[in-house]
């Protein structure tokens, strides 16, 4: 156990010391000794930290010879890589390691480990993969039980803090969301020393939330200056996990796991950045009649909208008129919505579905002539193959009836064809030829 009663997912490297297989022996930092060891490098160069991450512990035998400067300058870059710590093999090049080498590491706070010729490095690697194994495999029985109380109770506001708390804390990191009104939340339980977010760190972490809503996946990772920053999505906002080094597949599945149970937000017309991936996903089954589409089914997709009005986009229906499938239309044009319909009453981001080469969205709470001034801005500002694209909006109905206004804004999309530059048509302004030409 650490200073915060957790085992700590990675050794230290106090372990290393006190394995008496390895022979270890630390000549200077030891202050430092609690620091983990992320992995184990062997390198004989110049300057090794370009090649080096956090967390590293390094292993040399002195190969190559130093002046004093050199060797400054050699522990400087070390450190500012995040270097947990240097190894030196003696017996092969020296007998023992120069005390330039241990005023350089002082200098720098960085341990020096004394590492004795019987000793292969090999070792060292081998036990510092298996002490990772071992305690890995005790943080995922650690974060099942947060799973297990997460699925088998109330998931309540307190509950779900503290299983957030608790994901901090094994992965020494922050969680970081917004809440319903707005307001940005953390959780961070112990671990809150080991990052420290600064207020523009904050503020970067915050401006990738909206980003992964209007991305529609299922998580993401990104780097932010030091920081290592792994979105994932919620049944509710979603949330980032923050910290300052790179995440294992393993931890990425933590993080996964538990925000399945995770509900940000009991009112999903609060949130702002509602994240809709897996409702898409059930969407565009239902639209493609991959699942049954009862009226029950999209009133559940869209809660707390009375009505809402359907845009269609595709490939130009004008013969002669080389316009092409975009495969990324479709999420420019949800980006597009999510950021101009608020002001015109949309109360939650829209629902994208892809079938064959269009788009449909759903807008809850939008009125067709809103969406089409919206739909039609946007095509009016897009180039290329895009300039070359159609639409079509149907008229304003209840969430039951989601299917029929597919067909209503399929239609009046494929209506271009007879209206020259007209890229965009509102189901209700077809003459009653165009609705029955098709």
């Given at each position: 156990?650490?200073?915060?009663?957790?085992?700590?997912?990675?050794?230290?490297?106090?372990?290393?010391?006190?394995?008496?297989?390895?022979?270890?022996?630390?000549?200077?930092?030891?202050?430092?000794?609690?620091?983990?060891?992320?992995?184990?490098?062997?390198?004989?160069?110049?300057?090794?930290?370009?090649?080096?991450?956090?967390?590293?512990?390094?292993?040399?035998?002195?190969?190559?010879?130093?002046?004093?400067?050199?060797?400054?300058?050699?522990?400087?870059?070390?450190?500012?890589?995040?270097?947990?710590?240097?190894?030196?093999?003696?017996?092969?090049?020296?007998?023992?390691?120069?005390?330039?080498?241990?005023?350089?590491?002082?200098?720098?706070?960085?341990?020096?480990?004394?590492?004795?010729?019987?000793?292969?490095?090999?070792?060292?690697?081998?036990?510092?993969?298996?002490?990772?194994?071992?305690?890995?495999?005790?943080?995922?029985?650690?974060?099942?039980?947060?799973q297990?109380?997460?699925?088998?109770?109330?998931?309540?506001?307190?509950?779900?803090?503290?299983?957030?708390?608790?994901?901090?804390?094994?992965?020494?990191?922050?969680?970081?969301?917004?809440a319903?009104?707005?307001?940005?939340?953390?959780?961070?339980?112990?671990?809150?020393?080991?990052?420290?977010?600064?207020?523009?760190?904050?503020?970067?972490?915050?401006?990738?939330?909206?980003?992964?809503?209007?991305?529609?996946?299922?998580?993401?990772?990104?780097?932010?200056?030091?920081?290592?920053?792994?979105?994932?999505?919620?049944?509710?906002?979603?949330?980032?996990?923050?910290?300052?080094?790179?995440?294992?597949?393993?931890?990425?599945?933590?993080?996964?796991?538990?925000?399945?149970?995770?509900?940000?937000?009991r009112?999903?017309?609060?949130?702002?950045?509602?994240?809709?991936?897996?409702?898409?996903?059930?969407?565009?089954?239902?639209?493609?009649?991959?699942?049954?589409?009862?009226?029950?089914?999209?009133?559940?997709?869209?809660?707390?909208?009375?009505?809402?009005?359907?845009?269609?986009?595709?490939?130009?229906?004008?013969?002669?008129?080389?316009?092409?499938?975009e495969p990324?239309?479709?999420?420019?044009?949800?980006?597009?919505?999510?950021?101009t319909?608020p002001?015109?009453?949309?109360?939650?981001p829209?629902?994208?579905?892809?079938?064959?080469?269009?788009?449909?969205?759903?807008?809850?709470?939008?009125?067709?002539?809103?969406?089409?001034?919206?739909?039609?801005?946007?095509?009016?500002?897009?180039?290329?193959?895009l300039?070359?694209?159609?639409?079509?909006?149907?008229?304003?109905?209840?969430?039951?009836?989601?299917?029929?206004?597919?067909?209503?804004?399929?239609?009046?999309?494929?209506?271009?064809?007879?209206?020259?530059?007209?890229?965009?048509?509102?189901?209700?302004?077809?003459?009653?030829?165009?609705?029955?030409?098709?």
């Amino acid at each position: 156990m650490d200073s915060r009663g957790r085992t700590p997912v990675l050794p230290r490297l106090a372990d290393l010391l006190n394995e008496p297989s390895l022979g270890l022996a630390c000549v200077t930092g030891h202050q430092d000794l609690n620091r983990q060891v992320s992995w184990v490098h062997v390198a004989e160069v110049n300057d090794p930290s370009p090649w080096l991450t956090r967390g590293v512990l390094l292993l040399t035998t002195g190969l190559v010879r130093r002046s004093e400067a050199e060797l400054d300058a050699y522990f400087a870059g070390l450190a500012s890589r995040g270097v947990s710590a240097v190894g030196f093999g003696v017996g092969l090049i020296v007998d023992e390691i120069p005390p330039s080498w241990r005023r350089a590491a002082d200098t720098h706070r960085i341990p020096l480990l004394r590492i004795p010729l019987a000793t292969p490095y090999i070792a060292i690697s081998e036990f510092v993969s298996h002490r990772i194994a071992e305690t890995q495999l005790d943080q995922v029985r650690r974060m099942l039980d947060v799973q297990q109380r997460l699925a088998y109770s109330d998931p309540t506001p307190d509950l779900q803090m503290e299983s957030l708390e608790k994901l901090a804390r094994e992965l020494d990191a922050v969680v970081v969301w917004r809440a319903p009104d707005g307001e940005p939340r953390t959780a961070a339980g112990d671990a809150s020393g080991d990052v420290e977010l600064q207020a523009d760190e904050l503020s970067a972490v915050l401006a990738e939330l909206p980003r992964h809503s209007i991305s529609g996946r299922r998580s993401t990772s990104v780097s932010i200056g030091s920081l290592y920053v792994h979105v994932i999505s919620t049944a509710g906002s979603p949330l980032a996990v923050v910290r300052r080094r790179r995440y294992t597949p393993l931890e990425q599945s933590l993080i996964g796991s538990v925000a399945v149970f995770i509900a940000l937000s009991r009112s999903v017309a609060a949130l702002p950045d509602f994240t809709s991936s897996f409702r898409e996903q059930i969407l565009t089954e239902a639209i493609a009649g991959q699942v049954p589409a009862s009226e029950r089914l999209f009133e559940i997709l869209l809660p707390h909208a009375e009505t809402c009005t359907v845009a269609y986009l595709g490939p130009s229906p004008e013969p002669g008129v080389r316009s092409r499938r975009e495969p990324a239309a479709g999420l420019l044009v949800k980006a597009h919505l999510a950021n101009t319909l608020p002001d015109a009453g949309a109360r939650v981001p829209p629902l994208l579905s892809s079938v064959g080469d269009g788009f449909y969205l759903l807008l809850p709470g939008s009125s067709p002539e809103a969406v089409r001034t919206a739909v039609g801005a946007f095509l009016q500002g897009e180039s290329g193959n895009l300039g070359t694209w159609r639409a079509g909006v149907s008229r304003a109905r209840p969430p039951a009836e989601t299917l029929e206004m597919c067909g209503e804004a399929e239609l009046a999309q494929r209506a271009t064809r007879y209206r020259e530059a007209v890229p965009i048509l509102e189901f209700s302004q077809l003459t009653r030829r165009e609705r029955v030409a098709d």
